[in-house]
């Protein structure tokens, strides 16, 4: 039956992929799972990395070309036999694997896409049926056009050779292992309010958005993964605060002393962003369990480490 897609009103009839092979289905039945995590030096990634591996049936293999990852994140791992880590950039890899996944169609893709695909949403909290409101030749947009181009690169396959693919569209997510220097929100509030420098809320500073603590980010991934469902499917924390809030609560917790600044934004910073998660309790059965105030002092004391600053008495 053909399914029907809504987006505000315009309803598209769109052909079912075809039916999966039930050789194939097996394959997810047998004890041993082989994984391929691309990107399992990052932050994300070596959560994720961390949760595969604590089932024995899992191998996992990380491709990592270290550009924002590291090795540390997985030194844990390291001589472990259900663990090999490879150098790699994963466009050029991507190129030989695409004809092994088509000869043996054996195989279940997960892509991470993100909330960056609802660009400036006009539509809040965000949908999964909302098409979103992007600048095609802004700064942000060789990362928002990208994973919407991926997202359409996996239905394709999926229609047109029955590929088993898995999408999740994932919100703002913090936690250890976060790059201290990287420019995100969290992650420099938190840097900042440690080295008791000022912290930078940039313009206007109500501008929203909503914090996955990373475990509950792996859990809803692995859930995904294992479920029936396609996606594309939001995994976020739907508490929403705005980047005035953020500070303030930073600066209460970690550092009352730490002066808040404002300063200038770039272009086409999205103005509010909160997941609407309906879909994802009901096919996935989950929902994040880590508030904010929970999360921070976690990334706290990782951040705390790295930097090597203890916290005042
Ligand atoms: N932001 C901020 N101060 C900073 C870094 C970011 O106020 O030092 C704001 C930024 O303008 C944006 C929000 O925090 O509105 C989230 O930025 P981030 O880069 O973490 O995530 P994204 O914009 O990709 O959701």
Redesign the pocket.
């Known amino acids: 039956m053909a399914k029907e897609v809504s987006n505000g009103g315009n309803h598209v009839s769109t052909k079912p992929p075809p039916e999966p092979s039930p050789l194939r289905r097996a394959k997810f039945f047998q004890a041993n799972m082989r994984i391929l995590v691309t990107g399992g030096a990052g932050f994300i990634g070596s959560h994720l990395v961390d949760k595969l591996m604590e089932n024995e049936k899992n191998e996992v293999i990380v491709v990592d070309n270290y550009f924002t990852g590291s090795k540390d994140n997985l030194r844990q791992w390291f001589g472990h036999p259900r663990f090999e880590l490879i150098r790699h950039g994963w466009y050029s890899l991507q190129f030989h694997q695409s004809k092994e996944i088509l000869a043996y169609h054996l195989i279940r893709i997960l892509l991470t896409s993100t909330?960056?695909v609802y660009g400036d949403p006009l539509v809040h909290p965000q949908t999964e049926d909302y098409w979103g409101n992007v600048n095609p030749i802004g700064v942000r947009s060789c990362y928002d056009e990208g994973k919407r181009v991926a997202e359409t690169l996996m239905f394709d396959y999926h229609r047109q050779h029955g590929i088993e693919i898995r999408i999740a569209r994932i919100f703002?997510t913090y936690g250890p292992r976060m790059n201290i220097d990287d420019?995100?929100?969290?992650s420099?509030?938190l840097a900042q309010a440690i080295r008791d420098e000022p912290v930078?809320?940039?313009l206007p500073?109500t501008?929203t958005?909503s914090f996955c603590y990373v475990s509950d980010m792996v859990d809803g991934l692995i859930r995904l993964m294992e479920g029936e469902n396609t996606g594309p499917i939001n995994i976020g924390n739907p508490g929403e605060f705005t980047?005035l809030e953020l500070?303030e609560t930073v600066k209460e917790m970690i550092n009352p002393d730490v002066k808040i600044v404002t300063?200038e934004?770039?272009p086409d910073?999205?103005r509010q962003?909160k997941p609407d998660i309906t879909k994802t309790k009901e096919l996935l059965g989950w929902e994040p369990k880590i508030k904010l105030r929970d999360g921070i002092p976690l990334m706290e004391e990782d951040f705390r480490k790295r930097l090597g600053i203890l916290k005042k008495n």
């Open positions: 909330s960056e703002n420019g995100r929100v969290v420099n509030f930078t809320v940039q500073g501008q958005r980047m500070a300063v934004n770039t910073d999205p962003r």
